[in-house]
């Protein structure tokens, strides 16, 4: 298992893949991928799992994490997360967060962050944004 940065072309090959299959291609892109920290979790070589850091001075936001699915619960997400947490502290950043869909919010309790009072609803899905201090 190796964990490095990726060129956001290749976060977007999984993105589609594992995110949202059924869109269009260019769906997945986004506006400020060009300033993003791309980081992937590979394999045998082969790219599983990955997530994007944006960070704003003191703040990071964590988007677009995915992993494959025939790949999911086997740990791989998680090590990528803490590699983002490492990241994110590498950059000074005292508040990391994510917009977490509802019912995976479990999974990011584990790793300490918190949910907040901001919600929204987006495709059909329920997000709760959830917060960590470093």
């Excluded at 790949?71 to 490492?86: A, D, H, T």
Aim: proline share 1%; charged share 30%.
């Amino acid at each position: 298992m190796q964990i490095s940065k990726i060129q956001k072309e290749q976060a977007w090959e999984l993105r589609h893949e594992v995110m949202w299959p059924n869109e269009d291609f260019n769906y997945i892109k986004l506006k400020d991928d060009a300033s993003g920290i791309h980081l992937g979790l590979f394999k045998d070589n082969i790219l599983i799992s990955i997530a994007t850091l944006f960070i704003d001075k003191e703040e990071a936001q964590f988007r677009k994490f995915a992993t494959l699915i025939s790949e999911q619960g086997k740990g791989y997400g998680s090590r990528l997360l803490e590699s983002v947490f490492e990241e994110a502290k590498k950059h000074d950043v005292k508040r990391i967060w994510c917009n977490a869909r509802k019912n995976k919010s479990h999974f990011y309790r584990k790793f300490g962050l918190q949910e907040t009072d901001r919600s929204f609803m987006k495709n059909g899905e329920a997000y709760v944004i959830m917060e960590k201090f470093l």
